[in-house]
């Protein structure tokens, strides 16, 4: 069964910093990893896919990596602003594309 | 821009009631799923759908829950009789045809058993 770890659980950082965010998975025969933003009380965006063939993905601040041998992908958000605050949520897609998400990365940027 | 959409947004039920949600999936997208989140956690499959057909409901509670997806386009979950444990949010998502299509999910509806 595919497992899905985000570390850290929660954290803050001050308005600029860049938010680095980790997800680990257990079983590297993936068809794609996505990373979500999810606000309280709110559904899920799609913020990036990225196929397994792929190594990152780029949309504006946003930055994610993919290693699969290592079974890891890592979120970068550039200078991080009090509106990036939410939880982030990875989700490896392998076969149907059945998705399995980590608990989420929950984030704080204080003004 | 196009979007899942769901209803009700939220719902408050009591326990041994019957409840249902709406999903509208993205027009064109064969592929369907309900996911249940409970409060900290990450969202969990409990139905796919292709087209109208079932792919996997290997984790959907039957004995109390069922899903429909009648023409391959909009579905139903219901639940019926509803017990506390299943306040959630219920989330819909959509994506199209093939392996490493993306998914897109509706705003969900949150779900209150009392």
């Known amino acids: 069964k595919q497992e899905v770890t985000q570390i850290p659980a929660a954290l803050s950082v001050p308005e600029g910093e860049n938010l680095v965010l980790n997800c680990s998975f257990t079983?590297?025969?993936?068809?794609?990893l996505q990373w979500f933003r999810q606000d309280p009380g709110k559904g899920l965006t799609s913020l990036l896919l990225?196929?397994?063939?792929?190594r990152e993905q780029t949309s504006g601040r946003l930055n994610a990596s993919l290693d699969k041998s290592s079974g890891r992908s890592t979120l970068y958000i550039a200078a991080s602003q009090p509106g990036d605050s939410a939880t982030y949520l990875c989700?490896?897609?392998?076969?149907?594309?059945?998705?399995?998400f980590g608990k989420g990365n929950q984030v704080v940027v204080i003004p | 821009e196009a979007e899942v959409a769901q209803s009700p947004r939220y719902k408050i039920t009591e326990k041994s009631q019957a409840v249902a949600f709406w999903c509208d999936p993205i027009?064109?997208?064969?592929?369907l799923y309900w996911y249940r989140q409970i409060l900290g956690q990450g969202p969990e499959l409990l139905v796919q759908?292709?087209?109208?057909?079932?792919?996997?409901d290997s984790q959907l509670p039957k004995d109390r829950f069922s899903a429909e997806r009648l023409k391959g386009v909009d579905s139903t979950l219901k639940i019926q009789p509803a017990e506390l444990g299943d306040s959630a949010m219920y989330l819909c998502?959509?994506?199209?045809?093939?392996?490493?299509?993306?998914?897109?999910f509706g705003q969900g509806t949150r779900l209150t058993v009392v």
């Open positions: 998502a959509s994506s199209p045809d093939g392996e490493a299509g993306e998914a897109f």
């Open positions: 079983d590297s025969a993936i068809y794609n």
């Open positions: 990225i196929q397994s063939s792929q």
């Open positions: 989700a490896v897609s392998r076969g149907n594309n059945r998705l399995a």
């Open positions: 027009s064109g997208h064969a592929t």
């Open positions: 759908f292709q087209d109208e057909s079932v792919v996997d």
